[in-house]
Structures are given as structure tokens and as C-alpha cells.
């Protein structure tokens, strides 16, 4: 018999499946004509069918209820999609754009990620009580990297393609792309220093000196620079001249077994990418998925000797890219940016199914109506003084309003809530006695509320600017019709009507100078008159015959001089058309069909 089988894997099937397959429907409308963005869309999505409203998505039953493996899922999901979303980045980006560019970039990367830490570290400390200078480094930190999946929302569809410069899109794609993966210096120079300083080095040893050596031994030698070579290394063999390409390729042929050879040697492997594609060795499906399966390799091979998979995976995608052969090869393929969006779609999902919604009103450490001044002043003050101080020296910020378009869209998101996750990993393993640390747990509490309240403020506000800014540019216009209509007691007459009766004037004024112009005529220019439409063409036959009229010239010639009339016909006030010559007809100047509507003909004269 059969039986229903409502498990946690149809049921997010179901709900996943049926949720993409809606929003696909009125995607257009929603991000070309709305301007809304699919993360925000997404996020609520994830919201409905989490456990505070329908219950449908249960990431804590996912997780086996141990809220520490839920949060070892959403790390890894959050590493998944960054490492897919800077691979895709750094193959956008023209040929050697990062060597190019270097020196805006450093503007950005340098001094402008160390004013967003410091500004944002401020505005903590200032506003969650008893909350330590060093602690909202740490926090601050998590927030100071801008996240690349919601820049895409100005770079990317119809309002980037008409509003921003190409090269205002790409300063932002790289800014993005990069300082992502540099989070982790601002992150663990304060989580060293809270580790070996904090409760005065309780359970530690080695203080400040042995704090400042692992930053620089193990973060910025380790997973910083290691991170950029391996980056290189892993995609520096795919970019080789088609040339060269060929020439290996010819050399593995007289190989008596090509595929041996292929086998031991991975670097030939590589090489071969672009030759292979020209000699038909690779289908196109497998050409168009090589960036995704190298991002999949990055990051599975950075987390497996513990370097920055983040930065190595963006460095890997723009030195794939590096001759600009790739990327002009899949400028039109869609595979891509599908794969993309359907990682945003579930990754967005998740966080509003798994984000403390209740821990921002609910909580011993800040409250709610300080959360949303700090929200407020994160967006505003975290970035834009920044960028409009300096972006005269920045050559793709060409005007003030460019200035603070950048300053503001700063967006904060995905890249957040992976370094949250970074920092309270290792504030875990800050432990006294087996257990952990009391000013570690605190640190990691508040970090939860304010990195996931801060996220959630930069994903509604920057995903409802554009759409709101269109609607203040056209209602004020909009008002101001509608009370100028209303306003008046009389009716207005249709605007249209006035407009027509000026453009018949001027047409009958240009016809009638063009009349003029054809005419040997001795009169003057005939006044503007209001003629009667109608009476008689053709006059009756007896009328004609009675009519005495002077006779066309062949009749003269016959010694016709007249025709007599016994009726004298009724003054004819009525247009009249010109006819063939040797008609009978009058002496009076004829006229033409197309000056009809600016002459008046009475009694075979002109007036």
C-alpha cells in the first residue's frame, strides 16, 4: 500500500525545486525591471520556509541539533560559494587587470580596508556596551571585506549596463574579488592579540611578542602569500600562447602513447587546454565548466593545508584568464552565470533558514534599538568618507556622485558570515582548563548578533537602494502632474488637440507658399479666409447651356466667342478642381486639390 514519505530530503527537493522554478517565472521583472536583487528575494524566501514561520528548511534537525556543526556547515557552504563566485570574478576581469590596475587597487586594498576595520571598529565599541577596543577589532574585521556575490547586483543586468562605466564595474569586481581574501590579516592580528593578551594571557604564553610573530609567520607568510603562489600555480599553465599549445601538443603526438604521457605528466595536462580545444580533444560542455572544476580544486586543496582558499581562488581565476583567450571564449556562454545564480539562490536560502533572528531582540550584551543605529552608521561610515576622500587618485572614480555611489555600495554578506565563522573556530580553541575562555565566549556571543544584524542590514538596504532611488527619481514628477490636474476646477482639454491645430496651420501655410511659389500670378498673397465645404462642382446641364461664358480658345479659333445662357446660375461658393484642357470651363484661375484648403473660389473668382 502506498505510504507518504515527507522526509527532510523531499521536502527541501520540493521546496528548493519548486521555489527556483517560480522565481524563473518573473526573474526578468523582478531584476531588470524592479531592480530587486536575488539575494534579497532569496534571503526572505529562506525566512518563509525556515522554523520561525512555515517550517519547511530545518537546518538544526540537518545538523543532528548540535548547533556546532551547524555552524561547520554554513562555514563550508559560505567557503563553496566564495571560492565559485572569485573564480568567476577573476576570469571577468580583461587581461592582467590586477598588473594594470595596481595602483588603484592598492588605494582600495591598503589604506581603504584599513579605514573600513577602523572606522567599523569604532562604531562597535562606541556602541555595544562594555565591549573592549580589541574586541571590535575582531568584530570589525568580519565586516571590513566587501562581499562579491551582492556586488553583482550593480555590476551585472540592465541598471550596470546604463548607469555604470565598464571601468567603474571592474575596479569593483577586482576590489571585491581580492580584499575578500585579505580579511584574514585585520582578523587574526586581533585574534592573537585577544588570545595571548586577553584576562591578562590567561592559559597563554608568550604575550604580545609571540602574538605579532604567528601573524606575521602564519598569517601573512603562510596563508597570505602562499595562498597568491599556489593561486598562480594552479591556473599559470592554462594560459600559454596557442602557439606554444599547439607545440606541445605536437610533441605529446609523437609520443608512441599520448595517453601515458598525459597521465604522468599533470603539467602537460594543463598546458594542453587550449591546444586540445583547438584539435577537438575537448567537447564544449567540458570547456565551459573548467573555471567552475578550478575553483572546486582550489578550494579543496587550500583547505587542505590550511591556506586562504578565498584570495587563492580569485588570484587562480584572473591568472586563467591571463592572454584573455578564456574569457573571450565564454563572454556568451550562459553555464556560467547559471551555475552562479542557482549557488545564490540555495546559499541565500540558508542564511535567512538559519539566521538568530530572535538573538537581536533577545539577548544580554546590546539592544535591539542600538543594533539599528549601528546598522545605520556601519553603512553610511564604514566606507563612503573614505572613497570620497581619495577618489581623485583613483582613475576610475571620474565624478563626486561615482565617488559616493562606490563609497556606499559596500555590500556586506557572504564574506561576513564566513570570517564570523573563521573567528569563532579558533576562539574555541582559546580555552582555560579544557574549557573556553570567559572573554573568548563573550567575543564570540556578541559577534554572532552583530556580524549576522549588520549582514542582514547591508542585504535589505543595498538590495532596495536602486529600486528606491528609481522610484524617488519618477515620483515627484509624478505628483506634481497629478496636482496640477487636480487642482483645476475646469476640465483641461486633451494636450494633444492644440498641438494638431498648430501643425495643420503650418502645413496648410507651407502648402500655400508652395501654391504660390508655382504660380505666375500678378495678385497679391491671398488673405486666410474660412471656406464652405460643399454646393455644386458640376453645374446642370441646362444652367450650362444658358450660362454665357467666354469659350476656350479652340471655339475662339471656330469664331465661338460665347455661349449663351438663358439662366444666370447661383454664386457657387465651393471648391473646385482643376480640369482638362478644352473642357468647358471658366476663365477664372483654377485651383488644385492641394491648395484647396487655403483659397476660397465664389463665382469663379478667387477672394
Known sequence: MPTLAVTNFNIVCSVLGGFITLFGLVSYLFKEKFYLSEA????????????????FVKPLEYAGGSEESLETITLYFSRLVLGIQLVLAGVQLPSRYLLRQWKSLAWLLGPGMTAMWLS???LVWAMVPKMSFLHSLAIAACATPTDPVLSNSIVKGKFADQYVPK??????????????????????????????????????????RKAIGLWFGETMGYTILLSVVYGIVSAVEFPLERREAIELIEICRKCQDIMSTVQTSSCIGIAETKGSLIRKFVDRESFLVFAIALGLFVVGTCGMIGTDDVLACFVAGNAFTIDDWFRLETLDDSLQPTIDMLLNLAFFIWLGAVCPWSSFVHNPYVSIHRLIFLGILVLLLRRLPFIFAVHRLIPQIEQPRQAIFVGFFGPIGVSAV????????????VTVDGQEREDAHRLGEIATVVIWFIAICSIVVHGLTIPLGKIGLYLPRTISNALDSSGSEEPQPFRIQARMEQYGRELRQRRARRSHSGRNSTE?????????????????????????????????????????????????NSVRFSEPVGSATTSAPVVDEETADNHVVAGGRER
Do not use: M, W
Open 40 to 55: 534579497l528575494i532569496s534571503l526572505l524566501a529562506g525566512v518563509v520556509f525556515s522554523p520561525h514561520a512555515t517550517n
Open 120 to 122: 567599523t571598529s569604532l
Open 167 to 208: 571601468d567603474l564595474q571592474r575596479i569593483i569586481i577586482a576590489e571585491s574579488g581580492a580584499n575578500d581574501g585579505l580579511g584574514y590579516p585585520f582578523l587574526f592580528l586581533a585574534l592573537y592579540l585577544i588570545q595571548f593578551t586577553g584576562e591578562h594571557g590567561l592559559g597563554q604564553t608568550g604575550g604580545v
Open 418 to 429: 564566513f570570517y564570523l565563522y573563521i573567528c569563532l573556530d579558533f576562539l574555541k580553541h
Open 524 to 572: 497679391g498673397s491671398l488673405p486666410r479666409s474660412v471656406f464652405r465645404i460643399g454646393g455644386s462642382i458640376i453645374h446642370p446641364r441646362e444652367s450650362q447651356a444658358a450660362t454665357p461664358r467666354v469659350g476656350t480658345p479652340l471655339e475662339r479659333e471656330r469664331g465661338h466667342e460665347h455661349v449663351e445662357s438663358s439662366i444666370t446660375p447661383p454664386r457657387d
